[in-house]
Structure formats: structure tokens, C-alpha cells
T-cell receptor, first 109, second 113 residues
Framework: GQNIDQPTEMTATEGAIVQINCTYQ??????LFWYQQHAGEAPTFLSY??LDGLEEKGRFSSFLSRSKGYSYLLLKELQMKDSASYLC??????????WGAGTKLIIKP | IAGITQAPTSQILAAGRRMTLRCTQD?????MYWYRQDLGLGLRLIHY???????GKGEVPDGYSVSRANTDDFPLTLASAVPSQTSVYFC????????????FGDGTRLSIL
């Protein structure tokens, strides 16, 4: 079967760095997406990786290793507004997104 | 402002009733999707449409139907609602089915009693 695993919840301190991991087993691979979802709101797109390596976008970076079925989202200089759930999703061989359950990130002052 | 509009925002419905959730996008995206999101689970795909006039079944299609008469609209119908369909429903669209990100509407919170 297809499976996306990510931690259920993480806590970090304002101003610090946090890494959210995602491991996957899917039928085929056509890219990995990270989304941010604030409570009660819609998911919003953060990043897309299809090749191995690190993609940097401001305070957020995303890494992919296809051979290991592994990705992480790195958030630097954490701000209170970064408190949200972070969703990992893999596009399978049918170009459908398989979603993880999300990691709830709690930022403490 | 370009985007996806879903209606209603929330609804309480008696079991056995028929309900249509509306979704309209003005970005001229080819692909559209319906997901449900339940606590502790990832988003699960109900139905999708790669282009106007075509639809396909996702992971959890039973009890739901869709149509795609034009590019902009993608309504989701529950023919006879059951309590297990209580969920938050998100409509999404993307420019293509490849590596393009999906853009989401604000969701419909549906409670079936």
C-alpha cells in the first residue's frame, strides 16, 4: 500500500530552527509537496521537490532523497505565525497526491 | 481576486438528505479535485477531474458523485447523506496534473446528524 509518515506534533521555540521529517512509500514518484495549514483554514502550497537535494525559499527549505524515500521541511527563525500543521504529499504514478496526516507545529515564546 | 470559491461554508444536514457542495474557480485550471479531511487522517481524494467533461474516482468515492460540465465548476453531491460523511470538504484545482501545486478553497464543514 501507499504510506506517508510524519510526526504528529512538534514543539519549538520562537527564533529557533525546526526540521519536520516525512518518509514515504508510494507506487511511483512524481514529486513531493509541502503545504502549510493553519487551524480552520485551507492548505497553502510551500514547496515542491522532484529531484534530490535542497530547495530554499526564504526561511523555508525542503530536502528530498528519492533513494531513501525521505524528505524534510526546515523552518528557520521561527515566528509565532509559523504555528500550523505542515502536510507532506507525494504525487504517485497516476499523478494523484497521497497525503500524510500532517505535523502540528507549536511555537512557544 | 482569483481563486476557488466553495459554498456553503458550513452545513448541518439530516441523514438521508441530498446535498450538493459547490466549487467554482476562476483561474482557468484544467484539473479539479474534491478531498475530505478528518481528524488524524491525511486529506483523502474523493473524485477528480483532469479536464472539463471528464471525471475519475479517488480513494474514497462511495456515496459521492461529481460532474464537470465546464472548466470553472465542479460540484460534489451526496445522494443520501450518512453520519460517516461528517467531515471538512476541500475543493482544489491545478493548472495541470503534473508537478503543479494544487490551490485550495476555504472548505465546507459538513455535519450529518
Amino acid at each position: 500500500g501507499q504510506n506517508i509518515d510524519q510526526p504528529t506534533e512538534m514543539t519549538a521555540t520562537e527564533g529557533a530552527i525546526v526540521q519536520i521529517n516525512c518518509t514515504y512509500q508510494t507506487s511511483g514518484f512524481n514529486g513531493l509537496f509541502w503545504y502549510q495549514q493553519h487551524a480552520g483554514e485551507a492548505p497553502t502550497f510551500l514547496s515542491y521537490n522532484v529531484l534530490d537535494g535542497l530547495e530554499e525559499k526564504g526561511r523555508f527549505s525542503s530536502f528530498l532523497s528519492r533513494s531513501k524515500g525521505y524528505s524534510y521541511l526546515l523552518l528557520k527563525e521561527l515566528q509565532m505565525k509559523d504555528s500550523a500543521s505542515y502536510l507532506c504529499a507525494v504525487m504517485d504514478s497516476n499523478y494523484q497526491l497521497i497525503w500524510g496526516a500532517g505535523t502540528k507545529l507549536i511555537i512557544k515564546p | 481576486i482569483a481563486g476557488i470559491t466553495q459554498a456553503p461554508t458550513s452545513q448541518i444536514l439530516a441523514a438521508g438528505r441530498r446535498m450538493t457542495l459547490r466549487c467554482t474557480q476562476d483561474m482557468r485550471h484544467n484539473a479539479m479535485y474534491w478531498y475530505r479531511q478528518d481528524l488524524g487522517l491525511g486529506l483523502r481524494l474523493i473524485h477528480y477531474s483532469n479536464t472539463a467533461g471528464t471525471t475519475g474516482k479517488g480513494e474514497v468515492p462511495d456515496g459521492y458523485s461529481v460532474s464537470r460540465a465546464n472548466t470553472d465548476d465542479f460540484p460534489l453531491t451526496l445522494a443520501s447523506a450518512v453520519p460517516s460523511q461528517t467531515s471538512v470538504y476541500f475543493c482544489a484545482s491545478s493548472d495541470s496534473t503534473g508537478g503543479q501545486p494544487q490551490h485550495f478553497g476555504d472548505g465546507t464543514r459538513l455535519s450529518i446528524l
